[in-house]
């Protein structure tokens, strides 16, 4: 309980300086949204205020095994991500971020303090390698799950995330309640987090606040930037009972997930490759690939992805998917992307669902 306490009080002490110091001058930034937590900037700036909006025109044919090859056509409207940012320095070396998602309603993602140990504890002048987080953040493992919805190349998330975790793209299984610390020794990266694992916004739940739990889940990413920046080689772990609905927990004893990760980058705007390996104990295992170049102002890409279920194979899944970014040249903010899809269930078996979603974002 003093643990849930303190963890609360610093977090609403945080905002409500950062709060404060809005009122005073009002700003706006850039930043939209953090997936690891990046360390603050090395003067304390007022609270800004950004965003991001994704809508979706999608249209499809699923195919019915279990109806006897019965064809379905489906499509419609979606109001895919609506968030906001909201981001201050209230101190020196302290920095405070809150993001909502308000699409399908609101809930909160981002919900934490962060802590340049060097500057804010030891009142040194530039920043340090030592970055401590406390709050709600996105949990760090892999690659692709790492990426803002701005970040992605393609419309969603990769199938292999849910295929393993149990999770899509949105907040279950991507932020938790707890406690990260972040080491930056370029060209080595390190992040460790101890979170609840029972998902976003259940600090004040009980039973199932935090500290009230008999045990914590622990995750770890560790990466490396070689060929300044050109190639990133990483792994993963997290060790916990994970949960598909927040507040609830999935598993009844305790699982592993192990990952790897590949991303080889030609240089700005030009091309990308990446692949991705996570296994979750001895039940599942998935394997994802892309590739994009830029052309001009158009991003050509296409993707592979492959869950395959180790004790029964009607549950493998595999997907290809294909499509293009067009951004107008200049600083727009406006980003469309076409993309192609084909999904299919159990081995060898013809695609079960195919369609077609055109995407426009906007970046404010």
């Known amino acids: 309980m003093k643990k849930k306490g303190m963890i609360a009080g610093l977090i609403f002490a945080a905002l ?3 709060a404060a110091a809005q009122a005073q001058t009002g700003a706006s930034g850039k930043d939209v949204e953090t997936a690891a ?25 699923s195919v019915s095994s279990a109806a006897g090859g019965a064809s379905t056509l489906f499509g419609g409207a979606l109001l895919k991500h609506l968030r906001l940012n909201f981001s201050g320095e209230p101190a020196a070396g302290m920095k405070v971020v809150a993001l909502p998602e308000l699409a399908g309603g609101v809930i909160l993602l981002d919900g934490y303090a962060a802590f340049d140990f060097g500057r804010f504890f030891l009142k040194e002048a530039s920043a340090g390698p030592l970055l401590l987080t406390a709050g709600q953040f996105k949990t760090p493992f892999g690659l692709n799950r790492m990426y803002t919805p701005t970040q992605l190349v393609s419309v969603d998330y990769s199938t292999i995330n849910k295929g393993l975790f149990g999770t899509g793209g949105g907040s279950a299984g991507f932020w938790d309640d707890g406690l990260m610390a972040t080491l930056n020794l ?3 990266r390190l992040d460790f987090a101890a979170v609840e694992g029972l998902g976003p916004n259940q600090l004040f739940n009980p039973p199932s606040g935090f500290g009230l739990r008999d045990h914590l889940d622990y995750c770890g990413r560790l990466e490396f930037s070689l060929g300044d920046g050109r190639l990133l080689l990483g792994a993963s772990y997290y060790y916990g009972t994970l949960f598909t609905t ?3 927990q999935e598993f009844a004893k305790a699982l592993s997930f192990t990952g790897f990760h590949l991303k080889v980058l030609g240089g700005p705007r030009d091309f990308a490759l990446e692949g991705e390996f996570i296994q979750r104990s001895e039940q599942r295992f998935g394997v994802n690939g892309q590739v994009s170049r830029w052309v001009g102002t158009v991003q050509p890409f296409a993707a592979y992805e492959h869950v395959e279920d180790l004790s029964q194979t009607a549950n493998n899944t595999t997907r290809w998917l294909a499509g293009a970014n067009w951004v107008p040249s200049g600083s727009s903010p406006l980003r469309l992307t076409l993309e192609i899809l084909a999904e299919a269930a159990g081995p060898g078996q013809a695609p079960d669902n195919t369609k077609g979603v055109f995407q426009s974002q906007v970046v404010f």
């Open 186 to 188: 370029k060209p080595l």
């Open 37 to 61: 937590s990046p360390a603050p900037s090395p003067t304390a700036s007022p609270l800004k205020i950004a965003g991001f909006l994704q809508s979706w025109l999608s249209a499809g044919n």
């Open 16 to 18: 409500a300086t950062g």
């Open 246 to 248: 927040p507040g609830t």
